[in-house]
């Protein structure tokens, strides 16, 4: 498999990332992942836009976005990956600096990092619809900000699959926020519910494609916190992201949701995710 690092394409097995990456020792970076099919990234432009508001945030300097895509399409060709679907992987550190907690100099060179895999759709689960779980959320206060320092969601990961669950859902001050690697949504009396942007969630560019979609097909939305405790009232419940795409959700903890089938909002927003995919 042939990856990018710092201005090189060479095989995944003959790169070395030094261990003084603050990548590496502190988690001092940025991420992000987006959709390829056959061949075409999919909502490019949302995603390198969120990758150089993280950096900017973490007062980070910004690779040119051109050339990131320009590799991530010839990654995706030497990987023999233009036909079906694939991910791309992007991420950027601070560099390669002595182990100190500040800053290193304004001119030390980022570690820019970038893979691609093929992506084998899930076609079962957004069938069927998937189990979640409900947990507090322990995270910091900067969630907006997509940054590889991930152990809470790690731990989420974790309990989630030890609960024989898709994905842990996060709650505070009794709001179910969004997953450990999702967006979240509920369907109450034919409205789409999310929680609104703020510092406490990741703004998904699943999630505002499907927004967009919403707007489109006059399928009514509200952003505003989804108190937990409402949960089981729900009609129908959701995941978003960039490879959950749209995943029903039939079941939280032990509460069922709606009927136990995923509900006729879901298949409209998954049909016209899927078609909008295929189209660009």
Same mark, same amino acid.
């Given at each position: $498999?042939?990856?990018?690092?710092?201005?090189?394409? @060479?095989?995944?097995?003959?790169? @070395?990332?030094?261990?003084?990456?603050? %990548?590496f020792v502190?988690?001092?970076? &940025? =991420?992000?992942v987006? !959709?390829? =099919?056959?061949?075409?990234?999919?909502?490019?432009?949302?995603?390198?836009?969120?990758?150089?508001r993280?950096l900017? #945030?973490?007062?980070?300097?910004?690779?040119?976005?051109?050339s990131?895509? #320009?590799? $991530?399409?010839? !990654?995706l060709?030497e990987?023999?990956l233009e036909?079906?679907h694939?991910?791309? =992987?992007?991420?950027?550190t601070?560099? &390669?600096a002595?182990r *100190?907690?500040?800053f290193p100099?304004?001119?030390?060179?980022?570690? &820019?990092y970038i893979?691609?895999?093929?992506?084998?759709?899930p076609?079962a689960?957004w /069938?069927?619809?998937? *189990?979640?779980?409900l947990?507090?959320?322990i995270?910091w206060a900067?969630?907006?900000?997509?940054?590889?320092?991930l152990?809470?969601?790690? !731990?989420?990961a974790?309990?989630?699959? /030890?609960?024989g669950? *898709?994905e842990a859902v996060?709650?505070?001050? %009794?709001?179910a926020?969004?997953?450990?690697?999702?967006?979240?949504?509920?369907v109450?009396?034919?409205?789409?519910?999310?929680?609104p942007?703020?510092?406490y969630?990741l703004?998904?560019?699943t @999630?505002?494609?499907?927004?967009?979609?919403?707007?489109e097909?006059?399928i009514?939305?509200?952003?505003y916190p989804?108190q937990?405790d409402?949960?089981?009232?729900?009609? #129908?419940?959701m995941? !978003?992201g960039?490879?959950t795409?749209? $995943?029903?959700v039939?079941?939280i903890d032990?509460t069922?949701?709606?009927?136990?089938?995923?509900?006729? &909002?879901?298949?409209?927003?998954?049909q016209?995710?899927?078609?909008l995919?295929?189209r660009a």
């Open positions: $498999m042939q990856v990018y690092l710092n201005g090189e394409i @060479r095989h995944k097995d003959e790169i @070395r990332i030094s261990p003084d990456d603050r %990548g502190f988690g001092d970076g &940025v =991420y992000e987006i !959709l390829a =099919y056959d061949g075409r990234l999919f909502a490019a432009e949302p995603h390198l836009e969120r990758l150089a993280s900017a #945030e973490l007062k980070m300097p910004v690779p040119d976005t051109a990131l895509r #320009e590799v $991530m399409t010839r !990654l060709r990987n023999n036909q079906g694939a991910t791309v =992987y992007l991420q950027v601070r560099g &390669v002595p *100190k907690h500040f100099p304004a001119d030390t060179p980022g570690t &820019v893979a691609t895999a093929p992506f084998p759709p076609e689960e /069938e069927n619809g998937v *189990k979640v779980i947990i507090p959320d995270r900067r969630c907006d900000i997509k940054t590889i320092s152990q809470p969601n790690v !731990l989420a974790q309990q989630a699959k /030890e609960a669950a *898709k996060f709650v505070r001050d %009794g709001a926020l969004e997953g450990a690697h999702t967006s979240f949504c509920a109450f009396d034919g409205t789409l519910w999310t929680h942007e703020s510092h969630i703004p998904g560019i @999630r505002r494609v499907v927004l967009e979609i919403c707007a097909q006059g009514p939305v509200r952003q989804i937990a409402r949960l089981p009232a729900a009609a #129908e419940c995941l !978003l960039t490879t795409q749209v $995943m029903p039939i079941r032990e069922v949701i709606g009927d136990g089938r995923p509900g006729p &909002v879901t298949r409209r927003l998954q016209a995710l899927d078609a995919i295929r």
